[in-house]
Each structure stands twice: as structure tokens, then as C-alpha cells.
């Protein structure tokens, strides 16, 4: 046991943060955030939203497939519920955005509660299956009605916060980061929770946890419920972020993307959705990164740069699962299990 960590209490014991170098760490996290707009340029400040919204989906995917087991191909489809419903509230009534962002995690919450009803006979790679099949008939729903804009989809008015219009990547980020802290929080407090506690059970053994009284239909659904509730809201502000919704906006590859982070980053652990969805997009970045430095060829590297990351994508999914199966939490866990020790380690 470390010095200094004793508890007196279960209160104590199942508190967040349950040290003073752990608060020091979050205060100044919180106060780098909120310094950060002011000295990024454009482009970093993009990535950060890009990177807030991924990190609010990928915690919903990995409240369904990390801590309850039951794997999804379809949180984009979810995403794309939420963005649609952003788009059609702001362009027809107007609403808040707060609100609209509200009512996209309501719409998408729905949509995943069908999904998930065959969850009770079917899981693993039938119930993959089926998440998959959501998201194509999603894609139809998306470009065949009138509402949504067919083919050419819906383009987004600004979210507007006390007639302040949130156009510009610097003014977004006072509201996408801070949903996605309010979300982190949430999904963190969860797990404190009898429904948290269910949700584990399932996992490690669902027939076990039926024995024992959980009822298996309700949870699952419960689950599917807040993972769909979290994609729709990061839908809702990715709609607001582009501002432009089409029916190419969620593909299948999107929901491999937030299955490959939650896998990179660690299932089954808040910090590693946060660290698989900052991981995960950051190496598009790297690739272009590389690519400008590679000589010229006469040839557009952009071309090759989406199957590329496509193969890197899959080799990250491999390699993790081989060499690091707990991923990239794990590998944060044994850094600070050492300098717990150091230097009176052996």
C-alpha cells in the first residue's frame, strides 16, 4: 500500500480521486485546458475539439463493450442520429444548443434501445453483426428521407451561447470541452454505482450475474441506452464542430475507428477510452507528418495516405492485442506503480 492512502471509510475507499497529488494532477489539467485556447493556433485548436468529441464517443463505446461486454460496429450510427438531430432542431426551431445537444442524446439513447434488444439472445460476433446492420439501415434512413437532406445532407447553423455565435474553432471549444469533462465525469461516477457494479457483473459472467438477481435485458439495455446517449451527444457537437451532416459523415470505418481506441487505449477503463481516442486520432496527424518529410514523388500522398492509415489502424488492433491486451492504461498503471517506488526500488 502506498503512504499515505489509508481509508477509514467506504466513502473514502470509492472516492475519484483519493489523494492530494492526484487533485494537484487534475487542477492542473483542468487549468492547462483552460489556457490551452489561448496559446494554440487554428490548427491545434481543431485537433483538441476533434480529439474532445472522439474521447466523448469512444467513453460511451467503451461504457458498452469495456465494461459491460458486449461489442458494438455501430456508435457512428449512433453519432449520426445525434448529428441530424442537432441539424434539423437548429435549422427548423431554432432551439438552444445546450438543448439540441440534450435532445440528440435522447434521440440516439431510443435508437440504441432497439438495437439492443437482441442483446438478451445474441452477443459477441452476432451481436457485432446486428450493430452492423443498424448502421447500414441507419445510412438508408439518413438518404432517403426528405427531412435529413436525401444524399446532400443538412448543412448546421453556429451554436449560438448568449447571442455569441460558436463559430470559430477557438469559441467551440468553450463548449465541446466542457460537455466532454461533464460526460468524462459522469461515466466516471457510473461506475460507482449499483448499475455500474451490474454492468461489470455482466461482463465477467452474465449468467452469474442473473443468479445473483441482475436482471439481464434491463442492463443490457441500460447499457446500450447511455453508450447510444453519449455517441448522440458527440454527434450533436460534432455536427456543430463541421457544421455540415451528411449521410458520408458516419461511415462503418468510424465505428472500427472508436472500437480500435477503446481496444489501444484499454477496455474497461475511463482512462482508456481518453487515451485510445487521443492516440487514435493523433495518428492521421503523425502519417502527414511523416509523409512531409518524405521526398517528393510527382505523386498526391494524400491518395495513399487513407489506406495506410486503414493498415495502420488494423496493426495497431493486432499489436495491442498480442503485446498489450489492457492497453494503453496498462502501460500508464506500470509507470506510476514505479515512481510510486522510486528510488527505493530494487
Partial sequence: ????????????????????????????????????????????????CLVAINVASATGLNVLTGYTGLVSLGQAAFMGFGAYTVAILQARYGTPALLNLVAAGVVAMLAGLVVGIPSLRVKGLYLAIVTIAASFIAHFLFANFDFTGGTGGLSVQPASFFGLALDTSFRIYWLIVPVTLLMLLGAANLFRTRVGRAFIAIRDRDISAEVLGIPLLRYKLLSFGLSSFYAGVAGGLWAYFFRVVTPESFPLLMSIFFLAAIIVGGMGSILGGILGAVFMTMVPELLKFVFDLLPSTGHDMKVFLSPVRTVVFGLLIVGFLVFEPLGLAEVWRRIRRFFHLWPFRN
Avoid: H
Fill in 1 to 48: 500500500m502506498r503512504i499515505g492512502t489509508l481509508k477509514e471509510s467506504y466513502v473514502a475507499d470509492a472516492a475519484l480521486f483519493d489523494s492530494r497529488t492526484q487533485k494537484s494532477w487534475l487542477g492542473a489539467g483542468l487549468a492547462l485546458l483552460v489556457v490551452f485556447p489561448f496559446m494554440a493556433d487554428d490548427y491545434w485548436l481543431y485537433l483538441a
